[in-house]
């Protein structure tokens, strides 16, 4: 349910939901046992779909999926959890090639998984930590599980973004995936949110023709547990005024886990957008990307470096 100003709101303008059924179909939800992943999972669940999980910590994982089992009443099979940490090329690896051993079926891939902005680190690949949680691990797993998706066609792809990637104007491309800035607005986060609609646009142009649809979409600004880097710079200051001051903007104006998960779930299920050339979505409804999230350049460029970067 709907809670704070801007979701009461949000909900009474909000498209409605077709109310399609997806029975015996797979979906592989990257973070599916927390936040948006999980909403969205539970949906699909109640919708009749096979729901894999794909996440890094499987304690939590088990945790998630024994609280869908609960929460949806659907059968414990139609739920699987698989361990794949997005920030080892390794693992993605490995987690592809059992999928690929052991499921039949692909026809709904949903790229949720993400980290927030704090972390600055490089991974032992050598890549900003942020940019290959949120878009180089999505890569390489899309890419390794795309004659799969092709087998169920028509099948789709779902890259969830985030309007923030506005904010960035120009991409260095000597620096583009160990980038180590500090800017909340250009730096890490905001850049993985825009390759992933890069990564959607570029792939879009190919796959059509193949029966897969891809997407990119914004769930809008969701309540969630994503670290705040501002709070902790401000130190006592941050703890005592800054965190319950944005705790108060958030009850009011965030979105929940899931009204933020709708656009998600529209993206997944509805008919009229199977062979759509529309790219982006907001609010259940075609949006608008920035400029130079549909560069063709831009997407040339980066896909040429990603393939570059995980090997393929």
């Known amino acids: 349910m ?47 779909a096979r729901v894999i999980i794909a996440c890094r910590n499987l304690s939590k994982g088990r945790e998630a999926s024994d609280n869908l089992v609960i929460e949806t009443g659907c059968d414990k099979k139609n739920i699987e959890l698989m361990e794949c940490d997005l920030c080892s090329l390794d693992s993605v690896r490995n987690f592809a090639k059992i999928y690929d051993e052991n499921e039949e079926r692909l026809d709904i891939l949903i790229c949720n998984a993400g980290l927030g902005w704090s972390s600055q680190t490089l991974t032992d690949d050598g890549f900003n930590t942020v940019i290959q949680a949120n878009y180089l691990g ?26 923030l990637h506005k904010h960035v104007k120009t991409i260095d491309w000597s620096d583009a995936l160990i980038q180590n800035q500090s800017s909340r607005w250009t730096g890490a986060y905001p850049s993985s949110n825009l390759f992933k609609i890069l990564m959607a646009f570029k792939l879009k142009q190919d796959l059509l023709a193949e029966g897969v649809d891809i997407f990119a979409l914004t769930p ?3 309540s969630s547990s994503i670290q705040d880097p501002t709070a902790e710079a401000l130190g006592w200051f941050g703890r005592i005024f800054y965190t319950p001051f944005i705790g108060l903007l958030k009850y009011a104006f965030a979105k929940t886990p899931a009204d933020g998960a709708c656009t998600v779930v529209y993206c ?26 549909v560069d063709q350049s831009s997407a040339d460029q980066l896909y040429k470096i990603s393939c570059e970067s995980v090997g393929l």
């Open 2 to 48: 709907a809670t704070g100003l801007y979701n009461k709101l949000w909900a009474n303008r909000q498209p409605g939901l077709s109310q399609q059924l997806i029975s015996g179909k797979t979906v592989l939800i990257t973070g599916g046992n927390s936040g948006i992943g999980y909403e969205t999972a539970k949906e699909l669940l109640q919708r009749g």
């Open 138 to 163: 999505h890569f390489l797993l899309t890419n390794l599980l795309l004659q799969k998706l092709k087998q169920c066609r028509p099948s789709r792809i779902i890259n969830v973004s985030s309007d």
């Open 220 to 222: 809008g600004w969701v």
């Open 268 to 293: 997944a299920v509805e008919p009229s957008l199977e062979k759509t050339e529309d790219l982006y979505f907001e609010n259940c409804t075609v949006g608008k990307p920035s400029s130079l999230a």
